[in-house]
């Protein structure tokens, strides 16, 4: 028995399940780069607004820095930059962004049962 995931991350599972092992590392190391590039920002963006004093004053300022026009510019330019430099395409790393947003041990066996079923080799969800 499988577990039930919602509509978007069910897509996302399938479609990367059909993915070669090359291409599906590199999406995941796309992804991982994307990750770490949005967080320094949005990092650099509290700071610069003094930081967060509690956990609710932090979290209004992460929420506040994604709603800039900045944050869009640098979204877009960097999702290029990393497209390009891994060789994947902004529907692969929209995948893997989408299976980090669960992440969860049960997300990677469905994963892996799919890619097994298809023969395009098992990947690491830690990688």
């Known amino acids: 028995m499988t577990t039930a995931f919602d ?3 069910t897509a996302a599972i399938a479609a990367f399940a059909e993915l070669d092992f090359y291409t599906a590392a590199q999406a995941m190391r796309a992804e991982a780069d994307y990750d770490r590039e949005r967080d320094e920002w949005i ?3 509290i700071d610069e607004q003094g930081g967060g004093v509690d956990d609710m004053e932090y979290d209004a300022l992460h929420a506040q820095a994604q709603a800039t026009p ?3 510019q640098f979204v877009d330019a960097v999702r290029k930059e990393i497209q390009d430099y891994f060789g994947v395409t902004a529907d692969q790393l929209d995948w893997v962004v989408t299976l980090r947003a669960d992440d969860s041990d049960e997300l990677w066996a469905e994963v892996n049962r799919r890619r097994n079923a298809l023969g395009t080799g098992e990947v690491r969800g830690d990688l």
């Open 7 to 9: 509509e978007p991350t």
């Open 43 to 45: 990092t650099r963006y």
């Open 70 to 72: 900045e944050f869009a």
